[in-house]
């Protein structure tokens, strides 16, 4: 595998619930450190997407058709337990509303030192240090604290940015973030994106699952529009943003302007 | 809400509440003490579960005296001696000329009177045992078999229910039809029929194990098939999809992010199956068929006071039923009062503004 290689390379991949098409043959890929915004409106597939990179989909909805190459593996052919070392060591995933995504009985340290247990051998001190600097990293600004705090216990933008690190403590190549912005405030949302930024720096590829556009605007190089499960429109987010092509997209812009 | 209560975790939390209820405080105590007799019986009682004086069968409680001639003396007991009466019933007669003090400390007990005199505190049973210290001594049978037999079907119950309602599915079908096989019986037939599989020439370790893991299989199924239901609906919550899509081990997020918010419910159902545990270990032991004489369990203390002469000339023999009687109650209004403590939306047992 080359450097040149997409880190994620998504081909022709189809999600059915029974006869419903919910995502039909879509392929895009996202680039080492790259940032790739999935758009559409609610319906559109683009959870669906998420959850299909981490072979999580409901029971009643399955994968079809396509292949999901990621570090030069087929996942759709890796064994339930290989699945198991890819997602949270390979692949974060950020949810939209932070406060239900953690468990309200285990502190911030607790669930992210499970994280790091489920994957690693490291001690409980190397563990707690490493919780530490990632709780730092995200820009929290009591580490020691939030470590020991309880989900309720943080603010919005604290809780967010505390799910942040649960995702990046094990360092991993892709994060899937699924409208992670839109439970918080417009300031918040902007320390989030400066957050996304400073991930990709570090050569963290970000999969982007929003409907805000002027949001992938800032954040994302690369969009793929989705309607009703289709890729309607898909490349470098000025072009895409500049000169829209599909009916969706362009309906999509004026919505956000 | 000030700053030392926000940082409490749902456990202190439960604490807090529980000891603020004063009827469970009581029932806790009252269990306290009851264990703390069952595991000092070495010393408490008087005499061992099998120090028999036929002499003294059905023998009434003894009086302790504290007065002589109308003065304070060391506590002592009358010489009694069994004559029959013109019906030819028991009768102990007491002798106000033989005195035998009480020794305290002495040979390794809290007190006892030396031979020949007898001390029967609670009265004696059909061969002259002293039924104080039978009580004690059946109680650490009576009441661990309970704690035992719970911890185990908690255990099945548990995690059976938790992997069943986790994966759904066939894993679901299975574990449930099988706890159906198990339901379908009624309980107490299920434990004869279990309890007459076991070889009748087992020592009493043996038949103690064998009656915990009766009792275990019986009550596990019934939990499990709640536990599940839960785990249903807890699954779908966005913790455990965050936990998955983290690659946490499923059985981590059985144990740890489903099961513990089971814990009102199943605090409570614990405590519950305790004491019906304790009742079935009774009912057991009555019929015969629990631990046998002469190692004291209340159930087979009880088994004495099944005809009706006895019961009659020597009522004290009940008493193992009241013990039972307690200690049931106890762990029932401690279980309602843990449910209560647990659950946040019962008023007065969450954070008090």
């Not at chain 1, 692949?91 to 502190?107: C, K, N, R, Y």
Request: charged share 20%; with cysteine.
């Amino acid at each position: 595998m080359s450097n040149f290689d997409p880190l994620l390379s998504l081909e022709e991949l189809t999600v059915k619930a029974g006869k419903k098409t919910l995502v039909d043959r879509v392929s895009f890929n996202v680039p080492r450190g790259g940032i790739v915004a999935v758009a559409g409106g609610s319906g559109s597939g683009k959870t669906t997407i998420g959850l299909s990179l981490l072979r999580l989909l409901p029971c009643a909805l399955r994968i079809r058709q396509g292949r999901m190459v990621f570090e030069g593996r087929d996942l759709l052919g890796l064994s339930d337990e290989e699945m198991r070392r890819v997602r949270g060591a390979r692949i974060g995933m950020v949810f939209q509303e932070p406060l239900s995504a953690l468990d309200p009985l285990f502190t911030i340290g607790g669930q992210m030192d499970e994280v790091l247990a489920a994957h690693t051998a490291l001690s409980k001190q190397e563990r707690h240090k490493k919780i530490l600097s990632a709780l730092d990293e995200v820009g929290l600004p009591d580490p020691q604290r939030a470590y020991r705090s309880f989900p309720h216990q943080l603010s919005g933008g604290m809780r967010q940015r505390a799910s942040v690190a649960q995702a990046i403590v094990t360092g991993p190549s892709l994060i899937i973030a699924d409208e992670p912005a839109s439970s918080l405030d417009v300031t918040l949302q902007a320390k989030i994106m400066e957050l996304f930024i400073r991930l990709k720096r570090k050569n963290i590829a970000i999969l982007l699952i929003a409907h805000d556009l002027a949001m992938i605007a800032r954040l994302a190089d690369e969009i793929v529009v989705l309607c009703k499960g289709q890729a309607v429109e898909q490349g470098p987010v000025s072009k895409v943003m500049a000169d829209p092509l599909h009916e969706y997209t362009k309906a999509l812009l004026e919505a956000a302007v | 809400m000030n700053d030392a209560v926000k940082h409490q975790s749902r456990t202190q939390l439960a604490l807090a509440a529980f000891r603020r209820n004063r009827a469970a405080m009581l029932c806790f105590w009252v269990l306290a003490v009851l264990y703390g007799l069952a595991v000092f019986a070495d010393v408490v009682c008087p005499y061992s579960y099998q120090d028999e004086d036929r002499d003294f069968s059905y023998c009434p409680p003894t009086a302790i005296e504290f007065m002589d001639h109308g003065h304070w003396v060391r506590p002592f007991v009358y010489k009694r001696t069994l004559t029959f009466d013109a019906d030819h019933r028991r009768d102990y007669v007491i002798d106000r000329h033989t005195k035998y003090p009480l020794r305290f400390f002495h040979a390794g007990r809290l007190f006892t009177v030396d031979r020949p005199g007898r001390l029967y505190v609670w009265g004696a049973d059909a061969r002259g045992r002293d039924l104080f210290s039978r009580i004690w001594y059946g109680a650490r049978i009576s009441l661990s078999i309970g704690l035992l037999g719970v911890a185990i079907s908690f255990a099945l119950g548990l995690l059976i229910g938790g992997i069943a309602g986790y994966y759904g599915g066939w894993v679901d079908a299975v574990l449930m039809r099988l706890c159906e096989m198990f339901m379908m019986i009624p309980g107490f037939y299920l434990m004869l029929a279990l309890r007459a599989a076991v070889p009748e020439n087992f020592n009493y370790v043996e038949v103690y194990i064998s009656v915990v893991v009766i009792l275990a299989l019986i009550g596990w199924a019934s939990l499990a098939r709640i536990i599940r239901g839960m785990a249903l609906s807890l699954r779908e919550r966005d913790y455990v999809l965050a936990a998955k899509t983290f690659g946490v081990p499923d059985l981590v997020i059985i144990v740890k992010h489903i099961l513990p918010q089971t814990i009102s419910y199943s605090m409570a159902t614990l405590m519950l199956t305790v004491s019906s545990y304790i009742l079935a270990e009774a009912g057991l032991s009555v019929v015969g068929l629990g631990i046998q004489d002469p190692i004291p369990s209340w159930g087979n203390l009880l088994s004495d006071a099944m005809s009706i002469v006895p019961v009659i000339f020597a009522p004290w023999i009940l008493l193992p039923g009241l013990f039972i009687f307690i200690a049931v109650m106890c762990f029932n209004v401690i279980g309602d009062a843990l449910r209560d403590a647990f659950d946040p939306m019962v008023e007065g047992s969450s954070i008090e503004n």
